[in-house]
């Protein structure tokens, strides 16, 4: 049973820094995809963030381009998405979601992505 599992959203000020981590567990191998959505209140969900299955193609919104950074550790088939001078336009119920297609390439299509994570959520006070 494929189970992906986020954590470590929470409240920040403007211009403070949050970390969210995922777990993905129940597959054979790490050879997949891996990105970041979020959701605000009201509004589609987007891409954030996504990285190939090696970690060497990285792909981000405009929006939070020098500000986040997506990584992942194989071993420990575990993302990261370090966030940084965060806004208030970022809060969002921030997913995790898994793309088993192998790519050299980063997916921003939802459909693409088959397993997801419960969602956590990062607030951003001004």
């Known amino acids: 049973q494929v189970q992906v599992v986020e954590s470590g959203g929470g409240l920040v000020q403007a211009g403070g820094s949050l970390r969210v981590s995922c777990a993905a567990s129940?597959?054979?191998?790490?050879?997949?995809?891996m990105g970041w959505f979020r959701q605000a209140p009201g509004k589609e969900r987007e891409f954030v963030a996504g990285?190939?299955?090696?970690?060497?193609?990285?792909d981000y919104v405009d929006s939070v381009k020098g500000r986040f950074t997506i990584s992942r550790d194989n071993a420990q088939n575990t993302l990261y998405l370090q966030m940084n001078r965060l806004q208030p336009e970022d809060t969002a119920v921030y997913y995790c979601?898994?793309?088993?297609?192998?790519?050299?390439?980063?997916?921003?299509?939802?459909?693409?992505?088959?397993?997801w994570g419960q969602g956590t959520q990062v607030t951003v006070s001004s």
């Open positions: 990285t190939n299955w090696n970690g060497r193609w990285t």
């Open positions: 979601a898994l793309d088993l297609h192998v790519k050299v390439w980063v997916s921003r299509i939802i459909r693409d992505y088959v397993y």
């Open positions: 129940g597959l054979g191998s790490s050879r997949y995809g």
